[in-house]
Nanobody, 117 residues
Framework: QVQLVESGGGLVEAGGSLRLSCVAS????????MGWYRQAPGKQRELVAT???????NYADSVKGRFTISRDNAKNTAYLQMNSLKPEDTAVYYC???????????WGQGTQVTVSS
């Protein structure tokens, strides 16, 4: 069994910053990609950023230049540094990991980010 626990969400004013963390534990064999997604009320879950095992990154256009994804392979942890936050960034943020050995995709329970105007 694999568990992903996100933390770091909260309430912040527009223009502020937050850093999200996602720690993976359990029966993990080989994490390949790690990613952050978000879901706002009434909207579909959307990609925010992904990072591969070789640290190649991909970002949604809406967050490019403001958000930075990183990972610590030794700690099975992914991070999302969010700067210059906007009210439209308000959502529940979820992390996921892809275990290349088992070819399973795992999701965390989500952390709420609220940006006030």
């Amino acid at each position: 069994q694999v568990q992903l626990v996100e933390s770091g969400g909260g309430l912040v004013e527009a223009g502020g910053s937050l850093r999200l963390s996602c720690v993976a534990s359990g029966s993990i064999i080989r994490i390949n990609a790690m990613g952050w997604y978000r879901q706002a009320p009434g909207k579909q879950r959307e990609l925010v950023a992904t990072i591969t095992s070789s640290s190649s990154t991909n970002y949604a256009d809406s967050v490019k230049g403001r958000f930075t994804i990183s990972r610590d392979n030794a700690k099975n942890t992914a991070y999302l540094q969010m700067n210059s936050l906007k009210p439209e960034d308000t959502a529940v943020y979820y992390c996921n990991i892809f275990d290349a050995a088992t070819r399973n995709l795992y999701w965390g329970q989500g952390t709420q980010v609220t940006v006030s105007s």
